[in-house]
């Protein structure tokens, strides 16, 4: 069965130090990756994806992502953290032959971060 | 700003009665939308795709009676829970894409207790 793993439950860190979200996933096929953040009392927003091509993936807000295919993982990293930056954050994965407006994202239990200013 | 809202935001109703929650696309058409339930801590689970014009697509395990979709137009996707009962609270989210092969956006979300 298909599966999102988010091994972080609650990350806290001080304001400029480096972030890196781990997510893995299990799925035999080809597969779309995302990563959606929800920033406190806000609906989820896409933060970045993979489709295809160049694996490491440039999102908004200074966040990237790295598709290591081998290993079946989508980190997720940023150089240096800010305040605002406070939310939780999704890993989600889908069939990667249905493109990405297909509902049938699997999404990780998400990991908190807190940043401290 | 926001392109999918959700109304309510929250409810709060009493055990055998039914629940409608409304998301709506905002400036654009959404043939399919999509119907989440998040329970605390723990990630979303796809329930439903909805299709303007047609019959909703149920999830394994999502009892379709139980929970009634109607796409009623092309902006506008209602879930209705009938005869809640109290393991129905849950956090419901739906989503939306922008056009075919676009990736989705969320609502809000609609925080539901049943007592």
């Known amino acids: 069965a298909q599966s999102v793993s988010q091994h972080n439950h609650h990350v806290i860190l001080s304001e400029a130090a480096s972030l890196e979200l781990g997510c893995n996933y299990s799925?035999?096929?080809?597969?779309?990756l995302f990563w959606y953040v929800q920033y406190p009392g806000q609906h989820l927003q896409l933060l970045l994806k993979?489709?295809?091509?160049?694996?490491l993936v440039k999102g908004i807000k200074g966040f990237e992502a790295e598709f290591i295919k081998s290993k079946f993982s989508f980190n997720l990293r940023k150089p240096s953290v800010q305040w605002s930056d406070t939310a939780e954050y999704f890993c989600a994965v889908n069939d990667g032959n249905y493109g990405g407006s297909q509902g049938n994202l699997i999404f990780g239990k998400g990991t908190k971060l807190s940043v401290k200013p | 700003g926001a392109v999918v809202s959700q109304h309510p935001s929250w409810v709060i109703c009493k055990s055998g009665t039914s629940v409608k929650i409304e998301c709506r696309s905002l400036?654009?058409?959404?043939?399919?939308m999509f119907w989440y339930r998040q329970f605390p801590k723990q990630s979303l689970m796809l329930m439903a795709t909805?299709?303007?014009?047609?019959?909703?697509?149920?999830e394994q395990g999502v009892e379709k009676d139980k929970f009634l979709i109607n796409h009623a137009s092309l902006t506008l996707s209602t879930l209705t829970v009938t005869s809640a009962h109290p393991e129905d609270s849950s956090f419901y989210i739906c989503?939306?894409?922008?056009?075919?092969?676009?990736?989705?956006?969320f609502g809000p979300g609609t925080r539901l207790l049943v007592l």
């Open positions: 993979y489709f295809s091509g160049d694996p």
């Open positions: 909805s299709n303007e014009g047609s019959k909703a697509t149920y």
């Open positions: 989503s939306a894409p922008l056009a075919v092969g676009e990736t989705q956006y």
């Open positions: 799925y035999g096929g080809t597969v779309n």
């Open positions: 400036d654009f058409q959404a043939t399919t």
